[in-house]
Structures are given as structure tokens and as C-alpha cells.
């Protein structure tokens, strides 16, 4: 990375300044319910309240205004859902031409949301390297840049700006955060919380399901290293390898990863909705389980600290996929190992 973090974290505060007023300034949740769970205080960044649907939209945003105003007239995306909606969003608010590329399995909600906004819809194979060698030919074939879901600075900036106002919201509340636990996919989100955090004394942590935990393989290697993704209903948590810019910010900032279950997951998801009243996706709840977690493990426990904030990535969610959570049995949330240094 040619940047110093300091340098890069001076990006993720000009993109603050940038974004404001462009995207909504999400509202800070607690509950004491949860509280006494984790044995902490508990503050959760309801960015399912984003404009589309999730903090995706902050780097989309970054970046493609940063391209539109180098004079570029469309953008090309790859992702599992929500990164295309962003893209598809901000390019229609720049006046430029998107194109996204999804996977075949890609849940039709977001499908539906991503043509919505106006972009056309490319469906390609089950895997990342499929959807990027996609989206590379389509750029070819047009000239229009890819906007990386995860390996581009801008997006890693804006996605950083959720987590610096979670930070800036409890200084302001006079319970500063003593953790930040973030879901990760590709790791741009927690590189962003990285990036904020830097300098503050804040412990950093990403969480992956079980069996999609590239970053946590690639953290304990030393280098990248992919895996074939677990099946997980955190559809927007499973792509096979950490970026190489995320992985490069993360690996010296980063506290630990937790690995999480389904059932943690969607325990997690029906206290959201229970406690708030509002609708995340699984991967979005992810975050919630891997503090839960964390909050009774012996040496990373939550009991020590007074404040984690939690970053609740997005809520675009299958009506098939809510019904079904909704309707489970309630699975208690325990405490267990899996932190990985």
C-alpha cells in the first residue's frame, strides 16, 4: 500500500465531509435487553436504514462521484447484492450508465432492487472469480471503470465513515467506544473501521461465518488466503478471499475475527427485530452475534470494557429468508471460542 494508515484515515474524514448530507445519517440503537446479554454496553449503527438498504452506499457514492466527476459516463460493479444496489443507485444520482453483475443464486430481492435503480443486470456463475472476470470483459468491452466492492480506496473511505460517526456519536453520548466489531465479506467495511478507529485506542474486530473466514486463515498465514465458502444464510459474507488493499490495512489493526454460526446469526437477527423494531439482514446481524460471542470469551471478553459499538451493515433481506427466521424456535446466545489473533 503506497499510503500510510494515517494518510489513508485523512481519506475516510474527507469523505465524511463529503458524504454529509448525501447519505442519511443513521441512527445509533441500545437496548438494555442486549446490554445484559453482553455484559456491556452495546451500541448498534443501524446502516439497514441506509439509503439502499445499507452502508454499501457510502463508498458506491464516493466512488462514483469521484468518477463521474473525472468525466466518466458509466461504471461497471460485481457483488452479491448489496454493493451493485449502491452502485446502481449512485451512478443514477451522477446521471451515469450501471452495470452490475450478480450471481446466478443471488437473492431476488436484491436482483429486483439493483434493475429498480437502473441498472442492467448481468447474472454470472456462483463465484467471485466468475463475477470478476464478468465484470473485467464487460469494462473491456465498453470502457467503463470498475467500481471494486471491496478493493478500491474510495469505497473502503465511505464504507469507513459509518463506523467514524459511530465513534464521533458515543464520544458525543460520553460513552466512547472501547471495541467496533464489523462484519466481513471482502473486507473493505472492517478496513474502513480500521481506518476510523486508527489512533483512538478502539479494538478493531471482524466477524465471518463459519467455513467463509478467509480473513481469519489469512491473518494466521501471514498472506491471502481463499477458501471455498461454507454454505451461510449471511449471503452477503461469503466472497472466497479477503481483498488484497482490505487485507493490507487489516493486518496490523486489526484486534481478531470471530467466527459465527447460522444459529448465532439468526438469534442475533430476531433481537434486532424484537428489541428495535427494525429489519437487518443476516449479514448484517452477523456483527451482533460476533459481539455477542465475543462478550463472554475468556481474555477478549466484553466484561473488561464499558462500550462496543456494532455496526448493523444493511437490511435487504428475502420476504422467503425473514419468514422463515422469524419463525424459528429462539436459540439462546452463548458465549464460546473462536477469536482468531
Request: aromatic letters at 2%; a negative charge; one cysteine or more.
Given at each position: ?156 473511505a465511505g464504507q469507513g465513515t459509518a463506523s467514524l460517526e459511530l465513534i464521533e456519536e458515543a464520544e458525543r453520548a460520553g460513552t466512547p467506544l472501547d ?163
Amino acid at each position: 500500500m503506497s499510503r500510510t494508515v494515517g494518510q489513508v484515515r485523512v481519506d475516510v474524514e474527507g469523505a465524511a465531509a463529503w458524504l454529509a448530507g448525501r447519505v442519511v445519517r443513521t441512527p445509533v440503537l441500545r437496548s438494555p435487553v442486549i446490554d445484559d446479554l453482553a455484559g456491556a454496553r452495546i451500541l448498534l449503527k443501524a446502516e439497514n436504514l441506509q439509503n439502499g438498504g445499507s452502508y454499501k452506499m457510502r463508498g458506491a457514492l464516493r466512488a462514483v462521484g469521484r468518477l463521474a466527476a473525472a468525466g466518466h459516463t458509466g461504471v461497471i460493479a460485481q457483488s452479491t447484492g448489496n454493493h451493485a444496489i449502491a452502485v446502481a443507485l449512485a451512478a443514477r444520482e451522477h446521471g451515469l450508465a450501471a452495470t452490475v453483475v450478480l450471481p446466478v443464486d443471488a437473492a431476488p430481492t436484491k436482483v429486483d432492487r439493483a434493475r429498480a435503480a437502473g441498472a442492467r443486470v448481468v447474472l454470472a456463475g456462483t463465484d467471485v472469480e466468475e463475477r470478476v472476470t464478468t465484470a473485467n470483459e464487460l469494462s473491456d468491452e465498453s470502457g467503463h471503470p470498475v467500481v471494486d466492492a471491496y478493493d478500491h480506496p474510495d469505497v473502503i473511505a465511505g464504507q469507513g465513515t459509518a463506523s467514524l460517526e459511530l465513534i464521533e456519536e458515543a464520544e458525543r453520548a460520553g460513552t466512547p467506544l472501547d471495541a467496533l466489531v464489523v462484519p466481513v465479506g471482502g473486507g473493505g467495511g472492517v478496513a474502513g473501521a480500521c481506518l476510523a478507529a486508527a489512533g483512538r485506542g478502539i479494538e478493531v474486530y471482524g466477524v465471518e461465518p463459519v467455513g467463509c473466514d478467509s480473513l481469519a486463515r489469512s491473518l494466521a498465514a501471514g498472506v491471502r488466503v481463499p477458501v471455498a465458502s461454507a454454505p451461510t444464510i449471511a449471503d452477503g459474507l461469503r466472497p472466497s478471499c479477503v481483498g488484497e488493499l482490505p487485507f493490507a490495512i487489516v493486518r496490523d489493526a486489526l484486534r481478531g475475527v470471530v467466527r459465527v454460526d447460522d444459529d448465532e446469526i439468526s438469534a442475533a437477527f430476531r433481537l434486532i427485530l424484537m428489541e428495535f423494531k427494525v429489519l437487518a439482514e443476516p449479514s448484517g446481524a452477523a456483527g451482533l452475534a460476533g459481539a455477542l460471542r465475543l462478550s463472554g470469551d475468556a481474555g477478549v471478553g466484553f466484561g473488561r470494557r464499558r462500550t462496543a459499538g456494532v455496526v448493523l451493515t444493511g437490511g435487504n433481506v428475502e420476504a422467503s429468508l425473514l419468514a422463515r427466521l422469524v419463525v424459528q424456535r429462539p436459540i439462546a446466545v452463548t458465549a464460546a471460542e473462536g477469536v482468531a489473533a
